[in-house]
């Protein structure tokens, strides 16, 4: 059976339902999801999925999937947030917390959720809080993961992809079979631009500046759980849920 759910519900919005509705949970988890680029907040978001049966509500995920839409599918606000994504802004949280607040019920699924990508400004924690006290609902972590930049350096900066189907290797940790080339297609394989060092830091700075006020925030709040992104996923997640234990 697949029990892997499409999120329908949160991708397409609406009345749409989602394949697999959640089942009888006995501890419904509800977290908010913080990681730079790099720092393997990916792969945990599926071990919790996973895991703990909550599920994935990525923001980004939602309007990928809008410019799938033809025009006339678009709703005008996600026309114009799809226009900021392509400059590669944030959209500004007016729009997001209309799509969040159209998506009301994923929050109060008692499946739990995982947000991912959002809230990304201390306004829009403010109001997802507001929302939240509302239908009364309480998170139960923020899940921050932490890595050295060295470290995500070393990460992103080993990643090669194939210039013809794009799969991606690691020099180090999924290295192809002959250097430099794809073992899929044989097409050459090279590093992306943001994939050099210097982009990679450019990019860990920024977001530590833009993330910062919202760490703060949660960190007052008393909700912030920071987990060190070192080593396997396997260890990374075993510290997540220690973390998580000793949290209260
Ligand atoms: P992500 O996949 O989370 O990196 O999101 C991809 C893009 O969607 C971002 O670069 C933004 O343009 C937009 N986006 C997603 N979530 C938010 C958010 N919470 N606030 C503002 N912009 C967002």
Same mark, same amino acid.
């Given at each position: 059976m697949?029990?892997?759910?499409?999120?329908?519900?949160?991708i397409?919005g609406?009345n749409?339902?989602?394949?697999v509705?959640p089942?009888?949970?006995r501890?419904?988890?509800?977290f908010?999801?913080?990681?730079a680029?790099?720092?393997?907040k $990916?792969?945990? +978001?599926?071990l919790l999925? #996973?895991q703990?049966?909550?599920?994935?509500?990525?923001?980004?995920d939602?309007? %990928?999937a809008?410019?799938?839409?033809?025009?006339?599918?678009?709703?005008p606000?996600?026309?114009?947030?799809?226009?900021y994504m392509?400059?590669?802004d944030?959209?500004?949280?007016?729009?997001v917390?209309a799509l969040?607040?159209?998506?009301l019920r994923?929050?109060?699924?008692?499946?739990?959720f995982?947000?991912?990508?959002?809230p990304?400004t201390?306004?829009?924690?403010e109001?997802?809080?507001?929302l939240?006290?509302?239908?009364?609902? $309480?998170l139960? +972590?923020?899940?921050?993961? #932490?890595?050295?930049?060295?470290q995500v350096?070393?990460?992103?900066?080993?990643? %090669?992809?194939?210039?013809?189907?794009?799969?991606v290797?690691?020099v180090a940790t999924?290295?192809?079979r002959?250097?430099?080339v794809c073992?899929?297609?044989?097409?050459?394989?090279f590093?992306?631009e943001?994939?050099r060092?210097?982009a990679?830091?450019?990019?860990?700075?920024?977001?530590?500046?833009s993330?910062?006020?919202?760490?703060?925030?949660?960190?007052?709040n008393?909700?912030?759980v920071?987990?060190?992104?070192e080593g396997?996923?396997?260890?990374i997640?075993?510290?997540?849920?220690v973390?998580?234990k000793?949290?209260h």
């Open positions: 697949n029990t892997k759910n499409d999120r329908a519900s949160w397409k609406g749409a339902n989602c394949s509705p089942g009888f949970l501890q419904v988890y509800r908010v999801l913080m990681g680029p790099g720092v393997g $990916g792969t945990q +978001a599926e999925c #996973e703990l049966h909550t599920c994935q509500l990525s923001t980004g939602v309007f %990928r809008a410019k799938s839409l033809c025009a006339g599918e678009r709703t606000a996600i026309e114009s947030a799809l226009g392509k400059r590669g944030l959209v500004p949280d007016e729009t917390l969040v607040g159209e998506r994923c929050l109060r699924c008692h499946g739990g995982l947000l991912d990508g959002f990304r201390v306004a829009q924690a109001a997802l809080d507001k939240l006290e509302r239908e009364q609902i $309480g139960t +972590a923020v899940l921050n993961y #932490e890595l050295p930049i060295e350096v070393a990460r992103l900066g080993g990643r %090669r992809t194939c210039s013809g189907c794009k799969a290797f690691h999924r290295p192809p002959a250097e430099g073992d899929q297609c044989g097409g050459n394989l590093q992306r943001d994939d060092a210097e990679i830091r450019v990019r860990m700075e920024a977001y530590e500046e993330t910062l006020p919202l760490t703060d925030y949660y960190q007052r008393g909700l912030l920071t987990v060190a992104a396997s996923p396997d260890r997640f075993e510290r997540t849920l973390a998580l000793g949290q």
